[in-house]
């Protein structure tokens, strides 16, 4: 209740956050964690994967030091915060994150980022629909932080990657356009692995149990998360002046390109004022990020 209430205040007096992330770091089985205890292991020996699962569970402080070099890096080198130095959603005026573990003892972390110059969304749906320039700059801002677009097909080689066992490497002579290309192509094979949702028990972890299924499969009838999600053919403000970005695939976890080719994980990254209810989304994010 005190993170609550202290992110209510600050929502009060600064405005509405504009960006939402959650990261979830792929401890388990990861080599950088087993190279944090001293292990040397070869990745091409038999049965590798189960070896650094092992690895990895027997050693639960490491795991704990290897999420907060991550995450440590991931406020330091991309946000940047109260350096005046852009990162990379813009010069982020200040941000609030809280770590939570599952019962499987796997920490993450949820957040807010406020921009600096943090325009208010109440007057958003307006202005996108009044002013065409800004509805471009807008979109193309969005386009540029988060992604709803995945090449599975190219992504295919990509999935049996063994966590912290390839890298995004950048050359010396690298132009920019070489470079963009580079990280298009990499980020869309991470996606391809870790940004897939799967329908699990947690979908419906809030609902009535008891009340019996209309289907018979695994599938649930409501799943909290919203997935399936609808397809977007490309990305546009509509009548109403709400943002949709284009998105091809209904499972897909919405991800930032320079997240998913430096930390190779899943994670997540939200626009706040392009959803319709964006109150009730802030206060949905905020009891979600304090439970």
């Given at each position: 209740?005190?993170?609550?209430?202290?992110?209510?205040?600050?929502?009060?007096?600064?405005?509405?956050?504009?960006?939402?992330?959650?990261?979830?770091?792929?401890?388990?089985?990861?080599?950088?964690?087993?190279?944090?205890?001293?292990?040397?292991?070869?990745?091409?020996?038999?049965?590798?994967?189960?070896?650094?699962?092992?690895?990895?569970?027997?050693?639960?402080?490491?795991?704990?030091?290897?999420?907060?070099?991550?995450v440590?890096?991931?406020?330091?080198?991309f946000?940047?915060?109260?350096?005046?130095?852009?990162?990379i959603?813009?010069?982020?005026?200040?941000?609030?994150?809280?770590?939570?573990?599952?019962?499987?003892?796997?920490?993450?972390?949820?957040?807010?980022?406020?921009?600096?110059?943090?325009?208010?969304?109440?007057?958003?749906?307006?202005?996108?629909?009044?002013?065409?320039?800004?509805?471009?700059?807008?979109?193309?801002?969005?386009?540029?932080?988060?992604?709803?677009?995945?090449d599975?097909?190219?992504?295919?080689?990509?999935?049996?990657?063994?966590?912290?066992?390839?890298?995004?490497?950048?050359?010396?002579?690298?132009?920019?356009?070489?470079?963009?290309?580079a990280?298009?192509?990499?980020?869309?094979?991470?996606?391809?692995?870790?940004?897939?949702?799967?329908?699990?028990?947690?979908?419906?972890?809030?609902?009535n149990?008891?009340?019996?299924?209309?289907?018979?499969?695994?599938?649930?009838?409501?799943?909290?998360?919203?997935?399936?999600?609808?397809?977007?053919?490309?990305?546009?403000?509509?009548?109403?002046?709400?943002?949709?970005?284009?998105?091809n695939h209904?499972?897909?976890?919405?991800?930032?390109?320079?997240?998913?080719?430096?930390?190779?994980?899943?994670?997540?990254?939200?626009?706040?004022?392009?959803?319709?209810?964006?109150?009730?989304?802030?206060?949905?994010?905020?009891?979600?990020?304090?439970?």
């Amino acid at each position: 209740m005190k993170f609550r209430n202290l992110i209510f205040g600050k929502i009060a007096r600064l405005g509405i956050p504009l960006i939402w992330f959650t990261l979830n770091p792929k401890d388990i089985g990861n080599i950088f964690v087993v190279r944090l205890a001293g292990e040397e292991i070869l990745l091409d020996e038999p049965g590798i994967k189960s070896k650094l699962l092992q690895l990895t569970i027997k050693n639960p402080s490491l795991v704990a030091q290897f999420f907060h070099v991550v995450v440590t890096s991931f406020f330091t080198c991309f946000f940047k915060t109260l350096s005046r130095e852009p990162g990379i959603f813009g010069t982020v005026g200040s941000h609030f994150g809280i770590v939570e573990s599952t019962t499987r003892m796997m920490l993450h972390l949820h957040g807010f980022a406020r921009l600096a110059g943090n325009f208010g969304a109440a007057n958003l749906h307006q202005r996108l629909l009044s002013d065409p320039e800004f509805k471009d700059r807008i979109l193309s801002y969005i386009r540029s932080i988060i992604r709803e677009t995945v090449d599975l097909t190219l992504g295919q080689h990509f999935i049996s990657e063994t966590p912290g066992s390839s890298v995004f490497t950048i050359p010396d002579d690298m132009t920019p356009s070489e470079f963009q290309e580079a990280l298009d192509f990499d980020s869309n094979n991470v996606a391809a692995q870790n940004q897939m949702h799967t329908h699990g028990k947690t979908c419906t972890k809030y609902q009535n149990t008891r009340q019996p299924r209309i289907r018979a499969d695994p599938v649930p009838t409501i799943c909290r998360f919203l997935f399936p999600k609808s397809l977007v053919p490309e990305s546009m403000v509509t009548e109403e002046g709400y943002i949709r970005m284009e998105r091809n695939h209904q499972y897909l976890n919405k991800y930032n390109p320079i997240i998913a080719s430096a930390i190779r994980c899943n994670h997540d990254v939200s626009f706040t004022p392009s959803s319709p209810k964006v109150l009730s989304a802030i206060y949905y994010m905020t009891n979600y990020a304090t439970k």
